[in-house]
């Protein structure tokens, strides 16, 4: 699984974006997928560990955990 950190989320957007440890791309955060990984919020530039899931040729955030 893959770090990397919080770039943005707007939560009444409900997405945003997290940009991989070595910088290469963003991935896509949805709201639904921040509910199923039970975070009740996240902040900017919070170290996140996750898999990535292509969806419509787009990189996809899913089974977040956090950094302890």
């Known amino acids: 699984m893959p770090w990397g950190r919080v770039?943005?989320?707007?939560?009444?957007?409900?997405?945003?974006f997290l940009t991989l440890e070595d910088g290469e791309k963003d991935?896509?955060?949805?709201?639904?997928?921040?509910?199923?990984?039970?975070?009740?919020?996240?902040?900017?530039?919070?170290?996140?560990?996750?898999?990535?899931?292509e969806e419509k040729g787009k990189l996809k955030a899913v089974n977040l955990k956090s950094a302890k």
Request: proline residues 0%; positive net charge; aromatic residues 16%.
């Open 7 to 16: 770039k943005w989320f707007d939560a009444k957007k409900g997405y945003g």
């Open 27 to 53: 991935v896509f955060l949805h709201v639904t997928d921040l509910e199923k990984s039970k975070f009740r919020k996240i902040r900017e530039n919070q170290k996140i560990q996750f898999e990535i899931k």
